[in-house]
C-alpha cells in the first residue's frame, strides 16, 4: 500500500537520494553544502580591526583560511573524502594551542528551531611515525546568533559553544564541554563602533552532563574515519534541543549558551563555525565531508 | 559547472626575521596560482628572493624555481605565478641577520 501523505512521500524522496538520506533534515533544507562543489561559502573567521589590522585581539591572527583537500598522506597518498575527492580542511598553526575556525555567515528569516549536522574527521599532521593521539587538543562548533530587531528589549545575541576535548597537557581527556562564561567584550579602535571578544580561548569551558565519549581516531596518524554530528538549536527561545555524535546523544538539560547584549549590527545574524585546536607545535586538522543546516519553514 | 576560484589570504600580521615561510597551501583542485605579495611596512636590511616551493605532502619542501623579490616599500606589490605544481605551494624566504620584512600574502587559485 502506497502512502500519500506528504511527510511521507518528503521521506521516502530524503531516503531515495543519496546526498541527503545520510542527513535527518527539518522540512526546510537551509544549505547542503558538499565540497566536492567547492567550499560553499565556508571561509576564514576574521578578527574585527579599526584602523589597522594591529587591532584584531591576538587570538584571531592564527586563523587560517579552510582549503579543499584530498586528505593526502605522505605514505599512503590521498585518502579522499567521504564522498567523492574533496573535504573541507580547516588547520591549525603549528604552534601549540592555536585554533583555527572556519565561518559561513548567514541570517535567518524565521526565529525557530534549525538543525546543524555534518559528517568530518580530525587528524594531527602526520610528521612523527608515532600514533600522535595526544597531539589534537579539540575539535569544535559554535553558533553564532543574534534575535532581530524587532524583539524588543532583553534581545540577546546567543553563542553556543560545544568542543570535544580530545587531548590536554599529554593526556586523553575524550569528552564533551561546553561554554557558557561571557568572554571580555573590548572596544576595537578609537570611534567606539567596533568591538571584539576573542571566545574560543582554552578558557571557561565546562564538562557536558554524562559527555565523555571514544571516538574512531584509529591506529595510525594517516588513517581517518568519517563521523556523524548533530546539534539542534531552537532559534526562537534560545536553547540548545539536542546533541548528537555517532551512536551517542546528549542530556541538554545542563547547556547553556554564552549570552550577551544584542549588538546594532547583527539582527537575524545565524552564523555557523567549525574550529580545531592543536595540544602539540603541530598542525590539527579538521576535515569536513558535508554539512546539511535545516530549519522549519 | 562554473569553474572552481578562490583567493586565500596566507600571511598576515607576521613580522618576518630569518627562516620564513607561509603555511601550506593544499590546491591539488587548481591548475594555476598567482601570488600578490604586499609590503605591509618599509622592509629593511639585506633582502633576499620570497621563492614558491612545491612539495610531495605538505611537510617536506623543494623550491619550484620561480621567485620574486621581497617588496620593500610599504604597500609596494609583487606578483608571482606558478602552475602544474601537484597538490601543495607555498612562499619561502631565508632573511639574513639585520633584515625583517611585514607582508601581507594572498594566493589566488582556478
Given amino acids: 500500500m502506497f502512502s500519500t501523505d506528504a511527510a511521507d512521500i518528503r521521506e521516502g524522496l530524503v531516503q531515495a537520494d543519496p546526498r541527503l538520506s545520510r542527513f535527518d533534515p527539518l522540512p526546510r533544507i537551509l544549505c547542503l553544502d558538499d565540497f566536492d562543489r567547492g567550499h560553499c561559502g565556508w571561509s576564514q573567521l576574521m578578527g574585527n580591526y579599526e584602523g589597522s589590522l594591529d587591532t584584531i585581539l591576538p587570538g584571531y591572527r592564527n586563523i587560517t583560511n579552510p582549503m579543499l583537500s584530498t586528505l593526502s598522506h605522505w605514505d599512503s597518498g590521498s585518502h579522499g573524502a567521504m564522498d567523492g575527492t574533496y573535504a573541507l580542511k580547516i588547520a591549525t598553526r603549528p604552534k601549540k594551542d592555536a585554533v583555527s575556525v572556519a565561518i559561513k555567515r548567514l541570517t535567518f528569516r524565521k526565529a525557530g528551531p534549525v538543525r546543524l549536522e555534518f559528517y568530518a574527521t580530525f587528524k594531527p599532521e602526520a610528521t612523527d611515525l608515532a600514533l600522535s593521539d595526544r597531539d589534537l587538543k579539540s575539535i569544535g562548533l559554535v553558533l553564532d546568533l543574534q534575535v532581530g530587531d524587532r524583539h524588543g528589549a532583553g534581545g540577546e545575541r546567543v553563542m553556543p559553544h560545544l568542543r570535544y576535548l580530545n587531548s590536554a597537557e599529554g593526556k586523553l581527556h575524550q569528552k564533551w564541554q561546553f561554554k557558557r562564561r561571557r568572554p571580555q567584550v573590548r572596544e576595537i579602535g578609537n570611534n567606539g563602533e567596533t568591538v571584539s571578544h576573542f571566545h574560543l580561548a582554552d578558557e571557561g569551558w565546562e564538562d557536558l552532563e554524562d559527555g565523555a565519549q571514544k571516538l574512531c581516531y584509529n591506529e595510525i596518524a594517516t588513517k581517518v574515519n568519517w563521523h556523524y554530528f548533530r546539534f539542534d538549536f531552537d532559534i526562537e527561545s534560545m536553547r540548545a534541543l539536542r546533541f548528537q555524535c555517532n551512536d551517542r546523544a546528549f542530556d541538554m538539560a545542563g547547556f547553556d549558551s554564552i549570552r550577551l547584549p544584542a549588538m546594532k549590527n547583527l539582527w537575524c545574524m545565524l552564523n555557523i563555525c567549525l574550529f580545531a585546536e592543536t595540544a602539540a607545535d603541530k598542525r590539527a586538522f579538521l576535515y569536513v565531508d558535508s554539512v546539511c543546516l535545516s530549519g522549519m519553514l | ?110
Avoid at chain 2, 25 to 31: D, K, M, N, Y
Avoid at chain 2, 55 to 60: I, L
Wanted: charged share 25%; with cysteine.
Fill in chain 2, 1 to 110: 559547472m562554473l569553474r572552481e576560484s578562490v583567493t586565500y589570504v596566507i600571511n598576515r600580521q607576521e613580522t618576518w626575521k630569518g627562516q620564513c615561510a607561509t603555511e601550506p597551501v593544499e590546491a591539488g583542485w587548481a591548475t594555476e596560482a598567482i601570488f600578490f605579495v604586499r609590503g605591509m611596512e618599509e622592509a629593511g636590511g639585506d633582502l633576499p628572493q620570497i621563492r614558491a616551493q612545491v612539495s610531495p605532502d605538505g611537510m617536506r619542501w623543494v623550491d619550484e624555481g620561480a621567485a620574486i623579490p621581497i617588496p620593500q616599500k610599504r604597500d609596494a606589490i609583487e606578483f608571482l605565478r606558478v602552475r602544474h605544481f601537484g597538490n601543495w605551494l607555498r612562499l619561502k624566504a631565508d632573511l639574513p641577520e639585520g633584515a625583517t620584512c611585514s607582508l601581507l600574502v594572498s594566493v589566488h587559485l582556478k
